[in-house]
């Protein structure tokens, strides 16, 4: 049973309108340890393990994927998980694209560029990423465009900074994330970055540590490479833009589209 003191005092709080409380690493450790205990004493009901937190909210409507997103971003954007945790903006950034592409792309979350034009991957990352796309013959309303979290993570006094979100704003909505690709049906997904590859994957490793190798999410190929942001803060020599070329090389041959001589020589010299 929890502290009824802890309680009372929250509940006190509520009476006097307070929404949110900010606790410290401590506190959170204390309250963590109360929550295992009291699971530890209650029993576990058989379907817990196997049933997705609130599924039956992520019961998107619709006849075909197109309608299917739109009701899902309607879910997104009151998603009572995120909205609880209290660290993230009001704006909703959910998807762009074409919701029956073979190519999934995920970011981490929205940015400042983002969340003012409500679409993922604009500004100078988003004209990186349309760049690469060209490369490989494809354009933006070709692939599906989306982020693992749905809102821009919130600062203290934020104007235009950003921050990564947590791994606990990821994991809250990676059921939405989880029915988007039950929607789309995508071939092969690509993880842009090390967030994004820690929201799917579950692992904090960085980015060179996956990439150059296939992953499975949700039992569909999975390739992770560098953010766009990355590669415009590396502009000295090709290194690091033949990596991400080389994932995307590999990404191509998985799906089967033609690829040239030149597109294989790319970024070499």
């Avoid at 979350?109 to 679409?119: C, F, H, L, R, T």
Wanted: proline share 7%; charged share 25%; hydrophobic share 35%.
């Amino acid at each position: 049973m929890a502290n009824p003191t802890l309680l009372d005092y929250l509940h006190q709080l509520r009476r006097q309108g307070v929404s949110h409380v900010e606790i410290d690493d401590q506190a959170r450790a204390v309250l963590r340890e109360l929550y295992t205990r009291g699971s530890a004493r209650r029993p576990v009901a058989k379907t817990s393990v196997s049933a997705p937190p609130n599924n039956t909210a992520l019961r998107a409507t619709g006849s075909t994927p197109a309608e299917k997103i739109t009701s899902l971003s309607k879910i997104a954007n009151t998603w009572q998980p995120a909205r609880a945790l209290g660290s993230l903006r009001d704006t909703m950034v959910f998807s762009v694209g074409n919701p029956e592409a073979d190519f999934m792309l995920v970011g981490e979350a929205p940015d400042y560029q983002e969340e003012q034009k409500s679409e993922p991957f604009v500004g100078p990352a988003g004209a990186k990423l349309n760049q690469i796309l060209k490369a490989m013959g494809l354009s933006r309303d070709q692939v599906y465009l989306t982020n693992v979290c749905k809102f821009r993570p919130a600062t203290k006094n934020q104007t235009t900074n950003n921050r990564k979100p947590s791994p606990e704003e990821m994991a809250t909505f990676l059921p939405i994330l989880k029915a988007e690709i039950d929607i789309v049906k995508p071939r092969v997904i690509v993880a842009l970055g090390g967030s994004a590859a820690q929201g799917l994957l579950g692992s904090g490793k960085p980015v060179g540590q996956f990439r150059g190798s296939w992953h499975q999410f949700q039992g569909i190929p999975l390739r992770v490479t560098h953010h766009p942001s990355y590669l415009l803060r590396q502009e000295e020599g090709p290194g690091e833009k033949r990596k991400v070329w080389e994932d995307m090389l590999a990404i191509m041959e998985k799906l089967a589209l033609p690829i040239s001589e030149k597109q294989r020589g790319f970024f070499k010299g």
